[in-house]
DNA sequence: GAATCCCGTCATTAATCTGTTATATTGAGA
DNA sequence: TCTCAATATAACAGATTAATGACGGGATTC
């Protein structure tokens, strides 16, 4: 089962030995990671996987890094993702500081994987609080992450794996909808089969756990769309 | 992804195998390690990971150690923060002792790794009590990790190697929950291969040791993410 | 060199969770 | 208010996951 509500990388490398390193490393760090080998490759697997961090190669075969960096800031879906750009040393450095290019930030090759690491988690830190931050505060309810505990109030809620990861992705994005399908994708994972209706089962376990002693219900049903945390509740 | 609750170290080191030493035995005790190769890197990765210790050797290419030192001095954030000075044999000895450089401590190359861990220890006990303690008392359960001695009240544990180095490494972080992965990595190593279930005997066998008379289980399973020492165990 | 201890694996059992389906309920639009 | 699609809920069987006991081999100790 691929576990989920972690936090996403999408590497566009070429050299598959620094692709290989990166993703070890990421994947030590928590991040699920996503790769692409050119540009063309990366437009499609960042619309297919939305990652929450785009990790970009300056110098690409054919689409180079600074035009895939443009048409991912021209398209809806991954206007806002991060960006943090590696370049070779001298290679265009000082365009790239006075350009617009739309990234976040950048790293000159060759770099330490301690300098690299850090400044992914500054980046996501900035971009996506919830995604890295060990515990989630909503209204009465918190979840601590490392402590793998849920609390309403004082009270500890016990929570099957499942429930604890849906939880876990509404209260990432507070107000966020999220469909039957984008659910089971990121919490179920793209590899399992399984019905869109489960979702529903679910939710209304967690609600259960979540609303015993008959408190306001802070997961918001909108009808014909999905779910979400209700940000309302969070005040 | 961050992780807190423990203890943090960046080494500042051109050298690379003594880096990967360095690193490999810090691991070993359970510290998270960010690496520079020079003083540049040092001051960029210092300001983005906030270490609880910095360990600087005192020859750097291009900016010196004693000039890292100052800079880090300088800045609001890494003011505070305890750093250990490598250096080769009468290099300087005399003139570290006397200027002021701002280091906590000196270590003269080369050394043993045990005195290296003891003083890092040292400085990181007076910086951040609690995560190195020699005794970590949670509960009824105490643990001397200098005598290698386990008591459960007044009765005395015995505990295989394995064993006790998983409750040490449970303890230095009460609540926080480890995977089983996690577990194999710290308290096995990276080299060797065991089954993650493993653990699970493991466990099973600490839990038989500490809870021989029928006291409270202080091991938390959680379900499909691990084990934790349970922090309300300690109150 | 024998005895002991410790370890890693496996098979079995126990506990808990999961996905599906059937049925009830809800809510929006006619 | 009625209708119908969408959602909620309860129940159940099967699947996962963890706990436990047993065993052989290798290391350690005396």
């Known amino acids: 089962m691929s ?32 790769e692409a080998r050119n540009g063309d490759e990366a ?4 619309a297919e996987s939305s990652p929450d961090l785009i990790v970009l190669d300056w110098m690409l075969p054919e689409l180079s890094g600074i035009e895939v960096c443009r048409r991912l800031r021209a398209r809806g879906e991954s206007r806002n993702v991060p960006i943090i750009m590696l370049t070779a040393r001298g290679e265009e450095t000082d365009r790239i500081r006075g350009l617009d290019t739309g990234a976040d ?17 500054a980046v996501m830190r ?30 500890e809620l016990h929570l099957g794996p499942t429930e604890y990861r849906i939880l876990e992705r509404l209260m990432q994005n507070p107000g966020r909808v999220f469909s039957r399908e984008q659910l ?52």
Chains 1, 2 share one sequence.
């Open 3 to 34: 576990e989920t509500g972690r936090p996403s990388v999408l590497i566009v490398e070429d050299e598959s030995a620094l692709c290989t390193l990166l993703r070890y490393n990421l994947e030590r760090e928590g991040y699920r990671v996503f």
């Open 126 to 155: 900035r971009v996506r609080p919830g995604l890295v931050e060990d515990v989630i505060a909503l209204g009465d309810i918190n979840m601590d992450r490392v402590n793998h505990r849920v609390h309403r109030g004082t009270r």
């Open 184 to 235: 089971l994708d990121t919490v179920w994972g793209t590899e399992v089969y399984v019905e869109a209706r489960t979702v529903d089962v679910h939710i209304g376990r967690l609600r259960k756990t979540l609303n015993q002693s008959g408190e306001r219900d802070p997961i918001r049903t909108v009808r014909s769309a999905g779910y979400s945390f209700d940000e309302t509740f969070a005040n």
């Open 43 to 46: 437009l499609v697997v960042a």
């Open 105 to 121: 930030d950048y790293i000159v090759k060759p770099f330490s994987m301690s300098e690299f690491l850090a400044r992914s988690r």
